[in-house]
């Protein structure tokens, strides 16, 4: 694990060669744009892209926010928006990666199925910090609902973020802030 | 006798999923750092939730035997305070009814899950605790054989804590229930979460047995946020009750760093 640094700027939808570059523990800051989506809107993508539909939002390059955010309260862009555990996405993932989806933000280790689909189509998983919706919500600057508006908080929100706070858990050359973070403080048997 | 209105139930439960969801007990508030507390902070002066998952409401009533509800449904005015906290406080709406198939929101939060005791005297006291999906889908139950005993005990907590890794939200509280039933174990490993953080145990064995898991969790090494550190739990809280001669029912239920509860007596 890397000591902490200044944070690293970057900008999504991302850049290949951004994605590659960076490493398990760096510190991001993420401009730009983040599509938001958990259990229910992925269920619905992923079912859709297997009948042949086309999804409600080009993939390409796009970041994925697992999240579910709070209603905002009048005059406010959004509630509290912190991540969810990314592990239930994980059967839906391999599949958004084939189709173009490049980051992903949540909280929570990934399968190994996942990771290697990290590798294999490189891309890039972030987590952001659980538990801390409020503070999180701050760096979101306009939220809209593009898809699946029935689902209401679990609908397809497109977010403008500015500066949004992330550290790289999976990088495409297979590194693991969460294995090496745990081994660097195992005491004991 | 002394009767209080249904009524004042919903309002009161209202009320407390409304502040549980934006105001961090102190006891907690005390074992948080850096952006956990920023973020405490934002949402205490912003009226923000402190988690976008603001849970699935758990609601304690414990009864004196002497108080008669009067004007409705008990139950009934749990579920409105419930609904109209919900909604008042611009919390998010997080229960699917029919689990295991459609899976559509009930659309305010309810129904709650609730326990009932009664206990002597003419109050009533109401605990909302809201429990997010995160911690409590990482809950563990062992049905331990008696032959296994204290150190069974270690290792199956321990374990459950270990392969919860960074989704619960470390720094967690981690609640443990020894003994009864299968279900009372789960009930007693939810309620001990409702302990002021950190208090041991009044039985030191069972204090000792509190302090023994804190340690060797915390020697894991998954820290905050599952980043790596020594604090992977805040806290241990065991709680026991008799059980069969055959059995020894261990129960695990995980509550995030965002431990969110309240109460009030009416």
Redo the contacts between chains.
């Keep these: ?1 890397k000591e902490t640094g200044a944070p690293i700027r970057i900008t999504s939808p991302l850049d290949d060669r951004v994605v590659k570059s960076l490493r398990a523990g760096d510190q991001v800051r993420i401009t730009g744009v983040l599509y938001t989506a958990r259990d ?1 809107a992925h269920k619905r993508l992923v079912d859709g892209l297997k009948k042949g539909e086309s999804p409600p939002f080009d993939l390409t390059g796009q970041t994925i926010y697992y ?7 009048p005059g406010r862009v959004i ?4 991540p ?2 990314s ?1 239930r996405m994980d059967s839906y993932t391999p599949l958004l990666l084939a189709h173009g989806v490049k980051g992903m933000i949540g ?3 990934r399968s190994e199925s996942v990771k290697e689909a990290i590798g294999k189509y490189k891309a890039i998983y972030f ?1 952001a ?10 760096s979101i600057k306009k939220s809209e609902v593009i898809a699946y508006a029935d ?4 609908a397809i929100h497109r977010l403008e973020v500015e500066e949004f706070p992330a ?1 790289v858990i999976n990088d495409t050359e297979g590194g693991d ?2 294995e ?9 048997g | 006798m002394r009767e209080i209105p249904v009524e004042k139930v919903a309002e009161t439960v209202a009320r407390l999923c409304q502040e549980a969801n934006s105001d961090l007990g102190e006891d907690v508030l005390a074992a948080l750092r850096s ?2 507390l ?3 902070r ?2 205490r002066e ?9 849970g699935i409401a758990v609601v304690f009533l414990e009864i004196g035997q002497d108080v008669h509800f009067v004007g409705g449904n008990l139950y009934e005015a749990v579920r409105a305070g419930v609904a109209d906290g919900y909604a008042l406080g ?5 229960v699917v009814r029919q689990p295991f198939s459609a ?1 559509v ?1 009930t ?1 305010d939060n309810a129904p709650p899950v609730i326990y009932t005791d009664i206990v002597p005297g003419d109050r009533a006291k109401i605990i909302v605790m809201v429990k997010g ?2 911690a409590e ?1 990482m809950s563990r139950l062992a049905m331990l054989t008696p032959s296994q005993g204290r150190e069974g005990v270690v290792e199956s907590v321990v374990r459950a804590v270990d392969e919860a ?3 619960p ?1 470390p720094p967690v509280i981690v609640g443990v229930g020894i003994g009864g039933t299968a279900d009372a174990a789960m009930v007693l490993a939810k309620k001990v979460l409702l302990r002021k953080v950190g208090e041991p145990h009044a039985d030191p064995e069972v204090a000792s047995l509190e302090a023994e898991l804190l340690d060797k969790i915390n ?5 905050p ?6 604090m992977t739990a805040l806290a241990v809280h065991v709680e026991v009750f008799p059980t069969h001669i055959a059995s020894l029912p261990v129960a695990v239920n995980l509550q ?3 431990a969110r509860h309240r109460e009030a007596v009416l």
């Design positions: 694990m229910a999240v579910g955010p709070t209603p905002a309260r509630g509290s928006a912190g969810t555990t592990g909280k929570g280790q987590a910090v659980g538990g801390a919706g409020a503070l999180i919500s701050r689902l209401g908080a679990e550290i802030l969460y090496e973070g745990k081994a660097k403080y195992r005491r004991g | 952006a956990l920023e973020n405490a934002i949402a912003e009226s923000v939730p402190i988690c976008q998952d603001c611009y919390l998010r709406k997080s899976r929101n659309g999906g995160g889908n890794g960074s989704n939200c020697a894991i090494g998954i820290g946020s599952g980043l790596g550190g020594r995030c760093h965002a």
